[in-house]
């Protein structure tokens, strides 16, 4: 920023080339800022600078002596980010946010701070002395000391544990060499832990050598801030995506993906070959496909795994980071969304001594929490539990599972063999894909194991045509199904912002009620507030579709009767379609009508 600033002054004939250099030379044996030291050379007044800065950017020029602060819209920034940036809130209008910064060019602050407060930011320009004053004037009282030591404690720990980023750490030989495959950081430091690493990046970008030594601690710290941002944020994934012109990050929160920063394309290698140490990547190789894993330890006792894919695109490689937080995973059945008699027809069906429950939906609706669930209900000390996933995404004691390694030849079908000679009472097969694993899960359905397994289908109806198609004869899927659950996952309804919405009766008609129901419904949707970062949802609530595989549903399967004939028998059954059920959810306030039609299709 310094060099950026200095050129464009000397471009607008505000001060001379003898003038920066000098100014430049002030910065290097004293610190602070070139603006600042250009003041205290008396080359420029701070008005002069204020006004260049408001022109350059486009932004307003403002007086803070002029204003009145609110109190509770200082504490929507805390001291330590005000002081550390230059900036302090100056008042909130409805979602937006406005903020006065010393460095209006800053936009790496303006993205932290519009994901740590979930509010819309707009931003005047004024006067560093003056903004040091209203901090001064506006926080005091407010724990300065406190912070400062908890700042200088969490820099000691975090030079302590973190891992390094050398030179040596590049070389192929090293990197399964690490010590500590875990990283200590402390989660409440992670404002600190972003701001010094986006404070740094501008230096960063003017090195030549991307790996160098002089620039591994902004890479480290920031990546270590994507992380932490993260899972703050209650996200369940991170998108590290290469553009032509920029390097993006994303988060996935509730199933929706949304942007959190976006940082100089010049990074991309150093930040990825970061994760690929991290992950026990080959920094080297840039051509294939990578997958590997991050063990993240939150002070002595929280843990957090991170799965990571690294897959070549057009500019560079993007990375892909899953989150796998246990203390998240919601494994009560009773918890899942499972309506009263759907519950009641999955609990009995899992009373079964053997058989085969199949789950299905598409990828991220929730299909391994469920069977998760399903075997944390069954995980008794009597019981042989036996699992082939891929990936192996949470352990759990008691149960005895396999990873997949199909490059080594462990597929499904092999671990599924394996198993039957290890006297399994239920059987967990991640995915049926093929009809070798198809026919094994069957037959082990068939000869006294309760199979549980996951397909990729639209409904619980379609998943009897997607075993038949793979080449599994009726009779054998008529005989080992004994109950198909679909499933999606739709977002609830923010708390803090839910409101009443206004629905046309002939609109909820529309969308499946019946008319007696829709003049009685209610249906809700959330405003947007901070607490949902605008979106107003928070959180996610499972819809589902079970289907129990009865005696008049075997014969029509063993007659070769059609997914749409098996679904009307199934409805007049008492099954509820994925729609239904989303509906039952509209009722209950839980979710959106908007949130239930993006996520099903009509019956």
């Not at 209203?134 to 908890?150: D, N, Q, W």
């Not at 294939?288 to 490689?317: A, M, T, Y």
């Amino acid at each position: 920023m310094a060099t950026k600033l200095g050129q464009l002054l000397v471009t607008g004939n505000i001060i001379t080339e003898d003038q920066l250099r000098e100014a430049v030379g002030l910065q290097r044996r004293e610190g602070g800022r070139l603006g600042t030291n250009l003041i205290k050379l008396g080359y420029l007044t701070e008005d002069k600078l204020i006004a260049f800065l408001s022109k350059q950017w486009g932004v307003p020029a403002i007086n803070l002596s002029d204003y009145k602060i609110d109190p509770s819209v200082l504490k929507l920034v805390p001291l330590e980010i005000a002081r550390k940036y230059l900036i302090i809130p100056v008042a909130r209008v409805g979602a937006t946010l406005t903020i006065a910064m010393a460095d209006p060019s800053n936009v790496f602050v303006i993205d932290d701070v519009k994901f740590m407060t979930g509010y819309n930011v707009e931003v005047v320009v004024a006067g560093e002395s003056s903004v040091l004053q209203a901090i001064s004037t506006y926080y005091r009282g407010s724990g300065e000391a406190l912070v400062t030591t908890k700042k200088a404690a969490s820099a000691k720990s975090l030079q302590a544990q973190d891992y390094t980023f050398t030179e040596d750490d590049l070389k192929e030989d090293n990197i399964a060499s690490q010590d500590d495959e875990s990283l200590m950081v402390d989660v409440q430091e992670f404002d600190k832990v972003v701001g010094d690493a986006l404070d740094s990046i501008e230096a960063f970008v003017e090195q030549e050598d991307a790996a160098g030594g002089e620039v591994e601690e902004p890479i480290v710290k920031l990546v270590n801030g994507i992380l932490i941002n993260a899972i703050k944020g209650g996200a369940s994934d991170i998108h590290i995506e290469p553009y032509e012109t920029t390097l993006r990050v994303r988060y996935r929160v509730d199933g929706v993906l949304f942007n959190a920063m976006n940082l100089p394309l010049r990074i991309k290698n150093p930040i990825t070959s970061r994760l690929k140490i991290m992950s026990k990547l080959g920094i080297a190789e840039r051509r294939l496909p990578q997958d590997g894993r991050i063990k993240l330890r939150l002070g002595k006792k929280k843990e957090i795994d991170f799965r990571v894919s690294v897959l070549p695109c057009l500019f560079g490689e993007k990375t892909v980071l899953r989150i796998l937080d246990k203390a998240n995973l919601q494994v009560d059945l009773t918890k899942l969304g499972f309506a009263e008699e759907s519950l009641k027809r999955f609990l009995d069906v899992l009373d079964k001594p053997y058989g085969m429950i199949l789950v299905t939906g598409p990828t991220g609706s929730g299909k391994t929490t469920t069977l998760y669930s399903a075997l944390s209900f069954l995980n008794k000390p009597g019981i042989n539990i036996m699992t082939a996933e891929d990936p192996v995404e949470y352990n759990f004691l008691g149960m005895n599972q396999v990873q997949v390694r199909e490059e080594i030849g462990l597929t499904f079908a092999s671990a599924l063999r394996a198993f039957l000679r290890q006297s399994p009472d239920i059987i967990l097969v991640g995915e049926i894909r093929d009809f070798e694993t198809a026919e094994i899960a069957v037959k082990a359905a068939l000869t006294g194991h309760l199979v549980l397994s996951t397909l990729h289908t639209n409904d619980a109806p379609s998943s009897i045509s997607r075993l038949l198609n793979m080449g599994i004869e009726p009779f054998l899927v008529s005989a080992s199904v004994i109950l198909i659950a679909a499933q999606r996952l739709a977002r609830k309804i923010c708390l803090q912002c839910k409101q009443e919405e206004k629905v046309p009766v002939q609109a909820l008609v529309q969308v499946g009620f019946s008319e007696e129901e829709a003049a009685k419904v209610k249906a809700y949707k959330g405003k947007g507030c901070p607490t949902c970062n605008n979106s107003g949802y928070k959180g996610r609530i499972a819809l589902y579709e079970v289907m129990l595989i009865g005696p008049e549903i075997k014969e029509m399967v063993l007659e070769g009767a059609s997914a749409d004939e098996l679904k009307k028998t199934a409805m007049r059954m008492g099954m509820k379609t994925l729609r239904q059920s989303g509906l039952s959810k509209v009722k209950e306030g839980r979710t959106s009508l908007e949130e239930v039609m993006r996520v099903t299709f009509g019956d």
